[in-house]
């Protein structure tokens, strides 16, 4: 059996008919959280991000070891992420493209560009 959404009938025809001025409800937006990229076997996901100057982005770390995140260009953050936990990185307030690496684990990047 089909279910018809409750402004909708069927008709004698079998096709589907919608009642003139039926409300259709509307879905609430999903408040936004801070830009967030997850650790997972190894790898980051996403693998970039795009944030505002100034944004505080989250990093989760869902491998069972702890992985190290450097930034050797600007020297924003430089520490581990322990395993099944998270960090957070600030990002500054200039424009540019921020690249941050395990240095023991080469598919362990993420970048963040801020606009």
Same mark, same amino acid.
């Given at each position: 059996m %089909?279910? +018809?959404?409750?402004?909708c009938n069927s $008709?004698?025809?079998?096709? $589907?008919?919608?009642k003139e001025g039926a409300a259709t409800p509307t879905p609430k937006p999903t408040p936004a959280g801070p830009p967030t990229a997850t650790i997972k076997?190894?790898?980051?996901?996403?693998?970039?991000?795009?944030?505002s100057g100034g944004a505080t982005v989250t990093i989760r770390n869902n491998d069972s070891v702890g992985h190290r995140l450097d930034d050797r260009k600007d020297h924003l953050?430089?520490?581990?992420i322990p395993?099944?936990?998270?960090?957070? %990185?600030?990002?500054?307030? $200039?424009p540019g493209t921020y690249?941050?690496? $395990?240095?023991?684990?080469?598919?362990?990047? +993420?970048?963040?560009?801020?606009r």
């Open positions: %089909l279910a +018809l959404p409750a402004a $008709d004698k025809s079998g096709s $589907d008919t919608v076997g190894n790898k980051v996901t996403p693998a970039t991000l795009e944030v953050y430089s520490g581990t395993g099944k936990s998270k960090g957070e %990185l600030t990002m500054p307030p $200039d690249t941050f690496a $395990d240095p023991n684990n080469s598919s362990v990047k +993420l970048k963040v560009k801020v």
